[in-house]
C-alpha cells in the first residue's frame, strides 16, 4: 500500500526510469510482429526500425494496421508474437501503458483528446513529466522551473495567448497543437502521431508540419497520415503498410513510382494527393 | 487568518462554509436559550434532523468526489455509509454493558437472544472510542480500497462499475440480514444509551452530535475541496473525461481510482458514524440499494462535479422527503421519481449548474 | 419423494371409489345377508376374533366391503342398536350423517350416543389395508391393482404372498409385473432359507421405494446368515447411489427451474442492455406491470383461461409501457448510459407508487390453474407441474425471440442499427422507429415474464426490484449482446445457485453467487460469450 501511494505513476512491476540506449542509432525495434482479431490478421509480421532522430510517416489504406501498431508500441494491445524493443535494452512488452509513457513515448490519438474542462495551461501541467508521484501531485502551486518548462512549449506549440483559456472552446487546430504540447511535456523519445491534420486548414497544416519538423532530431517522430500532400511536405523516409506488414520503404518519389504501391492505391484517392 | 488561494476563489465553498458556522451558532442557542414554548424556539428533534440532514450531506459530497471529479458512478456508496454506521453501532452496543433487557455484562441483547455464548472475534475492541473510530474509516476504507483495487485494475467502468457497486451492497444486505453475521440481523443495532459517558437522548449530547457532522462536512468538504484543486484534481477530470489520455500521459489510472475511491468512502463512513448516534437505530435496511441511488440524485440535484451542489441537494431533497413523507406520503415516491426524470433531463447540471449559468450570463 | 402421505391416502381413496363403481353385483341379496351376519358378530368380537372376521369379510365377492374395511380402519363403522345395523358415519359432528354399511343408503341423521364405535387397532389396521390391497390385486383396473401391490409393500404380510405369486403368472402389464417381483423379493427377505433371503436382497438394491429400505438396513444389520448381511449391504449402496443421482436429478432440476426463471427475467434485458445498450432500471417494474396484468385478467375470466389471455396481454401492456418510457425518456439520453440509468431508476419508482396507489401496497395473490397444480412423474423423479411448464415456457419465448431477431424485417433492422446506427440510417432504416420498436420488444418480453413470475411469487409491488440486480447480472455474465450467452448464463447461476443452497442456505447461495459475478465481471468484463473484434472495444 505504501507502494502504491508513493508511485501512483510507477512503471511496470519495479521499473525505475532507465536511460534509453539508442546507441546503434535504432530508436524502436518491431521485429516479426503478428496479432489477431478473430481470425481476422490485424498485423502480420510486421517489421519496422525507426531511427534516433528521425521523422517517420506511416501510410497505408484503410485496415492496413496503423492503428494497431500503435496500440501495439504504446501497450494498448499485446501482440501473438514478435519483439518490440525500445533501444537496446527496453522490451515494451513487458510494460503497460502508463509505463511505456513514463519511459519516453508519447501518443497523440487521432481524434483530438484534451481535457476539456481544464485549462490549456493545466492540461499541460498535467501532462508534465516528474510530477506524477503522489506527493508531487498533491499541490496547488506550480514551481518557477515548472512554469518555464509550461511557457517554453507554449510558445513552441503557439498557444501563449490561450494559455488560460478553456481547453474545449479552442479550434480544432489548436487543441491538436495543444495535444502535441501535452506530449512535448512529457519529453519523450518517440512521439507517435496519429493523423495530426485531419479536418485542419491548409494554414494549419503548415503550422504543424513546421512544428513536426521542428521536432525532429531533439526527438523521433512517427506520423500516421492519409493526407500525401502532408506527408511529401514533412517526411524524409515513408513507410507503406498493407494487410497489416511493410509493403514497401524509402523516399516517397520513389514509392510513388512502385507499382506494388500503386496497386494498393488504386482508385483511392490518397494516393493522387 | 489568511485564506489559500485555492479556497479564495471558491465562492460557493466560502458560502457554504459560512452557513455552517452560522448554523453551529445559531441551532444551539435557540435550542439552548430560547424557552421552550418561545415560536423561536428549536425542539431536540429538529436539531436531530438537522443533523442528520449535514450526515447525508457528508455522504452526498463523498459521492460527488468520485462521480463528479472521476467520472465512477457508485450505486453502493449507502454500503459504506452503512458501515461506517454499523462500527460506530457497535461501540454503542458494547457502551450498553449489563443495562440491555438481559442484564449480559458484555453480550448485546440480540446475542444472548440467539444462546450466543461468546463474543465474536469481530466484536472485540469496539468498546474502545478509539478503535470504534479508527474502524469507522478503516472499515468503509478497506472494502472500498480491496472492491476498487479489482474493480479498476481490470478496467471495469462505467455501466458496469455501476452495476456491480449495487451487486455490492445488495449483497451485504442480504448479509446483513442474517442472524448469524452477528450484526443484530434483521432489527439491526438499537437501544443505544450512551457515547463516552454522555447520554444519547440528552438534548446536549444532541446538540453535540450536531455541531459533530457540521464540523465533519466542513472537514469533508475542505478536504475534498483542497483534492480537486491539487494536480491530483487534474487528474481525476483527465480520468473523468479521457481515461486512455491520461493513461498515456504516464498516470496509473486504477491506482488513483481506487486510493480516492477508498477515501471517498472513509469519509461515507464517517458520515455513517456520526447518522447513528443521532437516529438511535441501524440495520439492513441502511444497505438497500435505493439508498445509495437516492444518494446519487442529491448529488444530480444539487449539480455533480461541484461539491456545494452535493451538500445543497441532500439538503432540499431530503427536506422535501420529510416534508412529503409526514404530508402527503402516496407522493413522495412519484416526487422522488419525477426528480429523477426532470433532473437528467431537463437539468443535467443540476441546481449550482443552472445559478452558475444565470450569473453567467447576467 | 415430493408426495406426502396426503396425496397418497387420497389417491388411494379414489382407487376405492373407483372399484365401488366398477364391480358387477352378483346375488347380492344373498350375500347382503352373510355380510350383516359377520357386521353383527364384528361388534361384540374381540380383537383377535375381529382379525379372523375381517378376513371372512375380505374373502366375500360383496361391492360394499372395500368401503366398510376402509370406514373399519378410520373408526367411522358404528352399529346402530335401535335399527340393529352396521352403519358408517360421513362426518364427524355430534349428530353424524350416516349410511346402511351394507346396502350403502343414506341414513340421515343420528346422534352420537345413539351409535357405538367399533374399534380397530392398528395390527387391524394393517391387515385390512393389506385386504384391500388384496382385493385391488384382481381388479382390471390396473391403476387399482397398482395401487394394491404398493400397498403390499408398505406393510408387507406374508399371507398376502401367495396372492402376489399368482398375479405375477398372469399380469400382463410390465410395470405392474416389476412392482410385483419386487413385493415377492421383499416378502422373500423373511423367508427362512438364506440362499433366498440374500437373493431378495440383492433383487432390491437400488431400488428407490422408500418402504424397501427399512428391511434391507434391517437385513444388513440383523440376519443371521453373514453372506446375505452383506448381499444387503450391498444393495443398501446401491440404493444410496440411485439416491443420490435422483438428489442430483432433483437438484439440477430446481436449479434449471430457478434459471429459466433467471432467464424470463434477463432476456428482455438481453434485447434492451445488450442489444440496443440501454440500461432500463425499470426493467424489473415491467415485469410487474406482467403480473398484475396476470392478477387483472384472472378478476375476468375463470382461472384456467386466464393465462393464455394474459401472456399476449401481459406482453402488450408491458411493450406499450416501454415504448412510451423509450419515447418520453430514454431517446433523449442515447449515448449517456449513467444518465439513462439515473433516469429509468426515476421511472421505475413511479411504476412502483403508482401500482401501490391503484391496487394497494398489499400482495396480490394469483391463482394456479388446475392444469398447472400437481406433480408429474419423469421416471423416477416427481415434479411439480407449474415449475416444468416454466421451464417449457421460457424455451419458448427465447426461441420465438431468437426466430424474432433473425428471421423478421424488425430484427435484421435491430442488428443493423446495433452495428452501424449512421449507416443504417444511410440504407433507410428509420432508426427512431426501430429503437423504440425494440425496446418495447424487450419491454414485452419482460411482461411475459411477469406472467410467469405470478405462478411463483407474490405478486407485489416489490416484485421487480428483487429481480433488477440478478438480471442484469446474467446479462453481464452471459456477455452483452449475446442471447445465447444469456441463456446459458441464466441456467448456470440458477444450477450453481441451487447446487450451493444444501451446503450454505438459501441466502448465503445468493451471496455466494453475487461475489462471484462480481469477481468474474472483474476478470472478464466482457461476460462469458465477449463481443467480438475492434468495434467491441471502443
Same mark, same amino acid.
Given at each position: ?109 487521432? $481524434?483530438? %483528446? *484534451?481535457?476539456?474542462?481544464?485549462? !490549456? +495551461?493545466?492540461?499541460?501541467? &498535467?501532462?508534465?513529466?516528474? @510530477? ?104 524524409? $523516409?515513408? %513507410? *507503406?503498410?498493407?494487410?497489416?506488414? !511493410? +509493403?514497401?520503404?524509402?523516399? &516517397?518519389?520513389?514509392?510513388? @513510382? ?16 | ?362 | ?538
Amino acid at each position: 500500500m505504501s507502494e502504491l501511494i508513493s508511485e501512483l505513476d510507477a512503471g511496470g512491476m519495479h521499473a525505475p526510469v532507465e536511460p534509453v540506449d539508442a546507441s546503434h542509432g535504432i530508436l524502436l525495434y518491431l521485429e516479426g510482429v503478428s496479432v489477431t482479431f478473430d481470425g481476422f490478421k490485424a498485423i502480420d509480421n510486421l517489421s519496422l526500425y525507426v531511427a534516433d532522430g528521425e521523422l517517420r510517416c506511416v501510410i497505408g489504406p484503410n485496415g492496413a494496421g496503423k492503428t494497431t501498431m500503435m496500440d501495439i508500441i504504446t501497450g494498448k494491445t499485446k501482440p501473438d508474437a514478435g519483439r518490440v524493443f525500445f533501444g537496446q535494452t527496453i522490451d515494451l512488452l513487458q510494460l503497460d501503458e502508463p509505463a511505456i509513457a513514463r519511459i519516453g513515448i508519447g501518443r497523440k490519438f487521432q $481524434k483530438p %483528446t *484534451v481535457i476539456e474542462p481544464l485549462t !490549456v +495551461l493545466e492540461n499541460l501541467e &498535467l501532462a508534465m513529466s516528474g @510530477a506524477k508521484r503522489l506527493r508531487g501531485l498533491l499541490t496547488t502551486r506550480l514551481a518557477g522551473a515548472e512554469r518555464d518548462r509550461i511557457a517554453a512549449v507554449l510558445e513552441r506549440v503557439g498557444l501563449t495567448a490561450q494559455a488560460g483559456r478553456l481547453a474545449g472552446i479552442l479550434a480544432h487546430g489548436q487543441k491538436q497543437w495543444l495535444e502535441i504540447g501535452m506530449l512535448l511535456m512529457q519529453e519523450p523519445r518517440l512521439l507517435l502521431v496519429d493523423e495530426p491534420v485531419a479536418g485542419m486548414t491548409p494554414a494549419e497544416m503548415e503550422r504543424t508540419a513546421e512544428l513536426l519538423k521542428s521536432l525532429a532530431g531533439e526527438h523521433s517522430v512517427v506520423v500516421v497520415e492519409h493526407d500525401m500532400g502532408f506527408v511529401r511536405s514533412i517526411a524524409d $523516409k515513408v %513507410t *507503406v503498410l498493407h494487410q497489416g506488414r !511493410v +509493403l514497401a520503404e524509402g523516399a &516517397l518519389e520513389d514509392l510513388q @513510382a512502385d507499382p506494388r504501391v500503386i496497386e494498393v492505391y488504386l482508385g483511392d484517392g490518397h494516393a493522387a494527393g | 487568518m489568511r485564506v489559500p488561494s485555492w479556497l479564495r476563489s471558491d465562492r460557493a465553498g466560502l458560502a457554504l462554509l459560512a452557513v455552517l458556522a452560522a448554523l453551529a451558532l445559531v441551532v444551539p442557542a435557540l435550542n439552548l436559550l430560547v424557552a421552550a414554548d418561545h415560536p423561536l424556539h428549536l425542539s431536540a428533534y429538529t436539531v436531530t434532523l438537522l443533523g442528520k440532514y449535514l450526515c447525508y450531506a457528508l455522504l452526498a459530497v463523498s459521492v460527488d468526489l468520485v462521480w463528479g471529479y472521476m467520472g465512477i458512478l457508485s450505486l453502493g456508496h449507502a454500503a459504506f455509509f452503512a458501515l461506517g454506521g454499523y462500527c460506530f453501532g457497535m461501540y454503542l452496543m458494547r457502551q450498553i454493558g449489563a443495562r440491555g433487557v438481559y442484564g449480559d455484562p458484555v453480550l448485546p441483547d440480540f446475542m444472548v437472544f440467539l444462546n450466543w455464548t461468546e463474543l465474536p472475534w469481530y466484536w472485540l475492541g469496539f468498546d474502545q472510542f478509539w478503535f470504534a473510530a479508527l474502524m469507522v474509516l478503516a472499515a468503509p476504507g478497506l472494502l472500498a480500497f480491496v472492491f476498487g483495487w479489482f474493480a479498476f485494475r481490470s478496467r471495469v467502468s462505467g455501466v458496469y462499475l455501476s452495476i456491480i457497486t449495487q451487486a455490492l451492497t445488495y449483497a451485504l444486505m442480504l448479509a446483513f440480514f442474517r442472524n448469524e453475521m452477528g450484526f443484530g440481523g434483521n432489527n439491526g443495532l438499537t437501544d443505544f444509551k450512551d457515547a463516552l459517558g454522555f447520554p444519547l437522548h440528552a438534548d446536549s449530547t444532541r446538540i453535540v452530535l450536531f455541531l459533530l457532522s457540521a464540523l465533519a462536512l466542513a472537514g469533508g468538504y475542505l478536504a475534498c475541496r483542497w483534492l480537486v484543486s491539487t494536480r491530483l484534481g487534474r487528474v481525476l477530470v483527465a480520468i473523468r473525461d479521457a481515461e486512455p489520455r491520461a493513461r498515456f500521459l504516464g498516470y496509473r489510472v486504477e491506482r488513483v481510482k481506487t486510493l480516492v475511491f477508498a477515501f471517498s468512502a472513509m469519509l461515507a463512513g464517517l458520515a455513517g458514524a456520526l447518522y447513528v448516534p443521532q437516529v438511535g437505530i441501524i440495520n439492513p435496511g441502511e444497505f438497500a440499494p435505493l439508498n445509495s441511488i437516492e444518494a446519487v440524485i442529491w448529488v444530480a440535484v444539487g449539480g455533480r462535479g461541484t461539491l456545494v451542489g452535493a451538500v445543497v441537494g441532500a439538503v432540499l431533497v431530503n427536506y422535501a422527503k420529510t416534508w412529503l413523507t409526514g404530508a402527503l406520503p402516496e407522493v413522495w415516491l412519484f416526487a422522488l421519481g419525477g426528480l429523477f426524470v426532470a433532473v437528467t433531463l431537463l437539468l443535467p447540471r443540476g441546481l449550482v449548474g443552472l445559478l452558475r449559468r444565470r450569473g453567467a450570463t447576467a | 419423494m415430493l408426495t406426502c402421505p396426503l396425496v397418497r391416502a387420497g389417491f388411494l381413496t379414489l382407487v376405492f371409489a373407483m372399484a365401488l363403481l366398477a364391480v358387477p353385483t352378483p346375488a347380492r341379496a344373498a350375500d347382503d345377508a352373510v355380510a350383516r351376519a359377520l357386521l353383527a358378530q364384528l361388534r361384540e368380537a374381540d380383537f383377535s376374533d375381529k382379525a379372523r372376521l375381517v378376513e371372512q369379510l375380505a374373502a366375500l365377492e360383496h361391492p360394499r366391503i372395500a368401503t366398510i374395511l376402509k370406514a373399519l380402519a378410520d373408526s367411522r363403522l358404528y352399529y346402530q342398536e335401535a335399527e340393529n345395523r352396521a352403519v358408517i358415519g360421513l362426518d364427524d359432528a355430534p349428530t353424524i350423517a350416516i349410511e346402511d354399511a351394507v346396502g350403502g343408503a343414506a341414513l340421515g341423521q343420528a346422534g352420537k350416543r345413539d351409535l357405538e364405535k367399533i374399534t380397530a387397532n392398528n395390527r387391524l389396521r394393517n391387515l385390512i389395508e393389506n385386504r384391500l390391497a388384496s382385493l385391488g390385486l384382481a381388479s382390471a383396473d390396473p391403476g387399482q391393482r397398482r395401487a394394491a401391490v404398493q400397498a403390499f409393500l408398505k406393510n408387507p404380510d406374508p399371507a398376502g404372498t401367495e396372492r402376489l405369486r399368482a398375479r405375477l403368472a398372469v399380469e400382463p402389464d410390465a410395470g405392474i409385473k416389476a412392482l410385483l417381483a419386487l413385493a415377492l423379493a421383499l416378502a422373500d427377505l423373511a423367508s427362512p432359507e438364506a440362499a433366498a433371503r440374500a437373493q431378495a436382497a440383492t433383487a432390491l438394491g437400488g431400488r428407490l421405494q422408500p418402504e424397501l429400505r427399512g428391511p434391507l438396513s434391517r437385513a444388513a444389520a440383523e440376519d443371521p446368515d453373514p453372506a446375505v448381511r452383506e448381499a444387503a449391504r450391498t444393495a443398501l449402496t446401491r440404493t444410496e447411489f440411485r439416491l443420490q443421482l435422483l438428489g442430483w436429478a432433483e437438484t439440477l432440476f430446481f436449479g434449471l427451474s430457478l434459471g429459466s426463471v433467471l432467464i424470463l427475467a434477463a432476456i428482455g434485458l438481453a434485447v434492451t442492455f445488450g442489444v440496443m445498450g440501454v440500461i432500463n432500471m425499470a426493467h424489473g417494474e415491467l415485469m410487474m406491470l406482467g403480473a398484475y396484468t396476470t392478477w387483472l385478467t384472472q378478476q375476468w375470466l375463470p382461472v384456467n383461461w386466464s393465462l393464455p389471455v394474459a401472456v399476449p396481454l401481459a406482453f402488450l401492456v408491458a411493450a406499450l409501457a416501454g415504448i412510451a418510457i423509450e419515447r418520453g425518456v430514454i431517446r433523449f439520453l442515447y449515448g449517456r448510459p449513467l444518465e439513462t440509468l439515473l433516469a429509468t431508476f426515476g421511472v421505475s419508482l413511479i411504476l412502483q407508487q403508482a401500482v401501490r396507489s391503484i391496487f394497494s401496497p398489499l400482495n396480490r395473490s394469483v391463482a394456479t390453474p388446475d392444469w398447472m397444480s400437481g406433480t408429474i412423474a419423469l421416471g423416477p423423479l416427481e415434479v411439480t407441474l407449474n415449475r416444468l411448464i416454466i421451464i417449457g415456457f421460457c424455451i419458448a419465448v427465447f426461441a420465438l425471440l431468437w426466430l424474432a431477431l433473425q428471421r423478421t424485417r424488425l430484427g435484421l433492422e435491430v442488428r443493423a442499427v446495433t452495428q452501424n446506427r449512421a449507416m443504417a440510417q444511410a440504407m433507410g432504416v428509420r432508426s427512431a422507429r426501430v429503437d423504440a420498436l425494440t425496446f418495447g420488444l424487450g419491454s414485452g418480453i419482460a411482461g411475459v415474464a411477469g406472467v410467469a413470475l405470478s405462478q411463483l411469487t407474490n405478486v407485489g409491488p416489490n416484485l421487480g426490484q428483487s429481480y433488477i440486480v440478478d438480471s442484469f447480472m446474467v446479462v453481464v455474465f452471459g456477455g452483452v449482446g449475446n442471447l445465447w450467452g444469456t441463456l446459458v448464463a441464466g441456467l448456470s447461476l440458477g444450477v450453481a445457485n441451487k447446487l450451493l443452497e444444501p451446503w450454505s442456505g438459501a441466502v448465503l447461495a445468493k451471496i455466494l453467487v453475487l461475489v462471484f459475478l462480481v469477481l468474474f465481471i472483474q476478470k472478464r468484463p466482457r461476460g462469458l460469450f465477449p463481443q467480438r473484434g475492434r468495434a467491441a472495444e471502443a
